[in-house]
């Protein structure tokens, strides 16, 4: 201390305490005027980062509570991990200790988890290459870690954080994983229940004891948060029954002591079984009481529902909507009389204030444009607030295919009492696709496929796709766009040019080829909400290249109409569909018209399709399937049916067990022709893989095909249809839906191709 430098500050082992008490610990010292400040121990942080922090400038007074100040100012930057306070005459000297940098966080040992996105969220918490080390925000990091094991049921797992000191003051930090076997659910037991057995109680569970196929669907790891949603089911599952005083008393989840095994008791009260004895109205109805009267489902003399009583209650809300009650409240209040075993129901309404939306906005579409979104809604702003229209527009929105998840929340305008705002909260998902294939086959040898596919190009909502097959047989170049709102009425374009040449397969023999390129336009117009009607043309090129083995019928219409075709096919179609999915529908139906019709060039003809798929949901798990499907086509202006029109038929997406397209006539060098006529029917029985629960990615299915195609002059012989039965498989891939079906062909006839064993990757049927 003799040249006048007098120590201010304190050291400290962290920034916590030095912030608690850096003003006891500053050492008194008389107050002295700053002619100065200057900064001793940076390596990487710049000096201004200081000055801007500091509570003190050149000029001012120090006293020790500013001292105090500037202590707490710079550990709460979190870059020093020491900081003290010196002053050499009136020159305040700040002597920091930087905290080391992180140079790189590593993982080893994780394989329940990915590395990057760990590492993503390691960035998000902070630690990340080049910023500063901090040890308590390491070690949150590694508790973290051990949470995210437990949820997945690694109760096990054990993380050890290692931090290694490297030149420069930098560090590197890794995570050990030691990740140990998962938790497996040993015993489910349910206590209590008398209504209903245990076992068909545990069957409403996603989560089980295990089975074969537990490797697939992990049922019997536990996890609290699929627990809740067990429990929300046996609860839903007794009140729709009648157990109005339902309730789980206790849930306890024991762990065994080497964390191996899981047993899980719930101690449930089933209470008594309720009959609605009459269900009334009080409260404003808007002078509407019979309308309202007539969305109840609610009957008395039926055991209570819970399910059917929210379902009233939400339509009596989604009624007032109707009419501009956005904040309508309906209250179902039960009167219970346990002497009897009864229950009333009194709803209780009071439909508040009209309001009218005041505006729209759309929230968590970071690519796809606001205007996709908007289009598709039927609620306007500056409109009378609609609940119908708003449950419409958000379900159109849905059916964009843009988004995992639509909402739209309604939000009060403060001050404003009669305005509401709409917010469409979506969460986007991928709507690009990728694929490249390839395959193998003694009659093919390699075959190359590639598509590319998207369906949000640039967030415009319109769709792009291309698709290549190098088949030695059947090659193709298809280029497609549709541009959903080619007009501002909704009216969709579709451009398609394409490519395709067809061989005969070698057992046919032969080198013949058709060779077909054309080009089309279609649109499609909304006539309702639901239906859509499309219509366009075509112009399209057939050329029939000779060769060895040509059928007599390829042969009969060359020599009649030349070497080469040219037709100008007008379309028109139609399409309904309202399944609860398009990769594993449950319900609903889909059907799909489309007719062709060639009104000029060598080729006339007409030709129709019509399909109806629908699917009836037996229980949760399991669903009974029909599909039919239907084909004719007439040549016009006296000439015949073009051959290279035909419908085929045989193999996966018709008759099942039979070689794909070789049903139906037949050449005399036994090349199958296919048919201006088709009929198809299939009925299947699906249920989820034994063991594998209640997941729908991964079922199998019985399956019973019949079908045939006829030639222009035969007639609709259903003696001649062929038919078979058999197994498949059914498994949401992450290339596409993949379908493997073994068939039993229980009708045929002399000279069909049989295949008993096919797949595919597409749709179903």
Partial sequence: MRNNIKRLGVRTASALVAMAFATQAAWALAPFKVQDIRVEGLQRVEPGTIFASLPLRVGDEYNDEKGAAAIRALFALGLFKDVRLEASGNVLVVVVEERPTIADVEFAGTKEFDKDTLKKAMRDVGLAEGRPFDKALADRAEQELKRQYINKSLYGAEVVTTVTPIERNRVNLTFTVTEGEPAKIKDIRIVGNKAFGESTLKGLFDQDTGGWMSWYTKSNRYSRAKLNADLETLRSYYL??????????STQVAISPDKQDISITINVTEGQRYVVSGVKLEGNYLDRDDEFKSLITIRPGEPYNADKVAETTKAFTDHFGNFGFAFARVEAVPEVDRQNNRVALVLRAEPARRAYVRRIQVSGNNRTRDAVVRREFR????????????????????RLGFFTEVNVETQEVPGSPDQVDLVINVVEKPTGSLQLGAGFSSAEKVSLSFGIKQENVFGSGNYLGVDVNTSKYRRTLVLSTTDPYFTQDGISRTLDLYYR???????????????????????????????????????EQTHIKSGTNIPAAYLAYQRQFGDTSWSLPLTIGWSRDNRDS?????????????????????????????????????????TFAFNGELGLGKGMNGQPFPVFKNFYSGGLGSVRGFDQGTLGPRDVTGASLGGPKKVTLNAEFIAPMPGAGNDRTLRWFAFVDAGNVYGENDKWDLSELRASAGLGLSWISPLGPLRLAYAQPVRKFAGDRIQKLQFQIGTSF
Avoid: C, H, M
């Fill in 501 to 539: 040449t067809a061989k005969p397969y070698q057992y046919q023999g032969g080198d013949y080829e058709l060779v077909t390129a054309g080009t089309s336009v279609r649109f499609g117009v909304p006539f309702s909400e639901t239906d859509t009607v499309f219509f366009g043309g075509g112009l």
């Fill in 379 to 398: 609620q306007y702003e500056a409109s009378w607030y609609d609940g119908d229209k708003i449950k419409l527009s958000r379900d159109r929105v849905d």
């Fill in 240 to 249: 729709a029954r009648g157990y109005l005083e339902f309730r789980i008393d």
């Fill in 582 to 622: 398009a990769l594993a529908p449950n319900s609903g139906r889909y059907q799909r018209l489309n007719t062709e019709w060639s009104v000029a060039g060598d080729a006339r003809y007409v030709r129709g399709n019509y399909q109806y798929q629908q699917y009836i949901p037996l229980s949760k798990q399991y």
